[in-house]
């Protein structure tokens, strides 16, 4: 609740130092504190709300648990670990830097919503909240005309699919006469609302567009690979763990005593999303556009979470998001530091810059799954979700074998670093504090790899 | 009309017949309009009555121009402030129910606006001259 207002004001209080400064890199240093400013006063929250007793805000429109707190508390740690990564390379995408460090503030309360709401009409103010700055952050690039095209094609089929939510919300309330999403009265009536049943066809569709699940992927590729670099890392990691996140909630608590109804539908979406996602994965050239057709299989084991409907997919919905967040965070990065984004770009890096090639080794260890790494625990515990769930072995045994597919392309980049020949050529000389950041992702990955129960200890 | 009362009594999706009936009234009365238009109006097709009409001057050249980005800066803010607007008709109409409460609430609404409004002239968006 605090952290809602926080992170508001602190976006505002961004968007004035954009006028003071002259310069570009106090900013990124005044980001930087405000974050810690917003992480300290999520911990704060944390400390103040018992595990037993939700607290109900504005009517009950907001009900803040532990879990959401925690989730919160975790996103933002997260994009502060991506502003001290890549806060060098915000700086370079234009002039407005301090404007883009405000729409990542309000994105954040975007985040908070949607991880708290209690109501349809939350949900779909914070899906606003945090889309509506990402339009704006995929055609910051102005000059360029594939940044445009990011963002006009990501704004109309963002705007489209908002439709398409608030028709779901609407036919919902049509069934129900409640926008409460734990008061939904087909909960207790045991005979079918056909008008329900469409309704959570129609908000599931638009869930699924927006962590880019197939069939409704087909923006990211063009979106992620169009956008500037630096804000591609944060569209496809945080924004789409909250979107994870929403869609888990108001499965699990609303219709996750309907499962019968839509875990089908949900099974065969997933199914195509871990399909596509890896098989045109393997075809990419580029580096970059791997990354987002990795994205979207990465979310086909996100949705394991939500298929599972039980106590465990909430812990592996977090553990999937840190872990997944992370290590792209991570991999974006080096990616940025490269000149050249093709698989051909990586050749003899290794030799060049060592260093470098170690941690987005680890990073493509802990996106392909390899124990001790963050996103083993973190498939683990989706997988482990879903077999308790029971029904759907057929999907554990076909992600495993996707997973399998995923260790192609990831280790496409690994063997370019260190058994190609060649001289990768560096955009910018990689620091100190790169050095000691990258490290220190690379440090975490592992230590999540290792002890998972570190995300799951404060609940 | 026995059945449409019985609509609104029962909970089924038969209560959605009535919208139903009118949606295919409303687009039958378009369809109808338009074709009987067409088919009953008499047609004199002249160069000077297929021409553009612009107030009488004769057209000159392509509307489809590039034109300054400012008018569409002007535009948008003009929106937002259109938006405030539409918060205070209601918030005028209940200003007396909503109290105290209402009276902060929208306090708040306006210094954000301000913040907002503020920004606008400190980044020089309203400036026409370079």
Known sequence: ????????????????????????????????????????????????????????????MLRIDRYALWFNTLMTGCTLLYVLLVGREIQKVGEHVAEYFALIFFILCGVYLLSCYNNL??????????????????????????????????????????????????????????????????????????????????????????????????????VYDGSPTAFT???????????????????????GSLSSHWTFVLAIITAATLLVGNLTAVFQQSVKRMLAYSSIAQAGFMLFAILAVNAVAWQGIIIYAVAYSIATIGIFTVLMKLKDYTYDGFNGLAKKEPLLAFVSTIFLFSLAGIPLTAGFMAKYYVLQALIQQGSLLWLVIFGLLMASISVYYYFRVIIAMYFKQGAAELNSPVSGTDKFMLVFTCFLVILLGIFPQLLLGNI | MKFLLLA??????????????????????????MAATHLLGPKRKT???????????????????????????????????????????????????????????VLLFVGFFFCGFFYIIKKKALEWED
Not at chain 1, 19 to 44: F, Q, R
Not at chain 2, 50 to 72: C, D, H, T, W
């Open chain 1, 233 to 255: 890392a944060y569209m496809a990691t945080i924004v789409k763990a909250a979107a994870f996140f929403a869609f888990l909630r108001l499965f699990q608590v609303s219709f």
């Open chain 2, 8 to 33: 609104v009594d029962q909970n089924t999706p038969f209560n959605y017949f009535p919208v139903a009936l009118q949606l295919a009234i409303a687009i039958g009365f378009v369809i109808v309009m």
């Open chain 1, 1 to 60: 609740m605090k952290a809602i207002i926080a992170t508001t004001i602190l976006g505002i209080i961004m968007m004035f130092a954009g006028i003071m400064a002259k310069e570009k890199k106090p900013l990124t240093t005044l980001a930087t504190i405000l974050l810690v400013i917003l992480l300290g006063v999520n911990i704060w929250d944390l400390t103040n709300t018992s595990s037993l007793a939700p607290e109900s805000l504005f009517n009950n």
């Open chain 1, 121 to 222: 009409l939350i949900l779909f103010i914070g899906i606003e909240i945090m889309s509506i700055p990402q339009y704006i952050l995929a055609g910051s690039d102005k000059r360029n005309l594939k940044s445009s095209e990011a963002s006009l094609k990501y704004f109309l089929m963002g705007a489209f699919t908002t439709g398409i939510l608030l028709m779901g919300i609407t036919l919902l309330y049509g069934a129900t006469g409640s926008f409460n999403i734990v008061s939904f009265s087909f909960l207790q009536s045991d005979h079918l609302n056909t008008l329900a049943l469409a309704g959570i066809l129609f908000i599931m569709m638009a869930f699924s567009f927006k962590v880019s699940a197939a069939p409704m992927h087909m923006w990211t590729p063009d």
């Open chain 2, 47 to 105: 160069h000077d009555k297929l021409a553009n009409f612009e107030s009488g001057i004769p057209s000159v050249g392509n509307a489809r121009q590039p034109m300054a980005i400012k008018y569409f800066l002007v535009a948008i803010l003009f929106v937002l402030f259109d938006v405030e607007v539409i918060f205070f008709y209601p918030y005028a109409v209940n200003f007396r129910e909503l109290g105290k409460d209402g009276f902060y609430a």
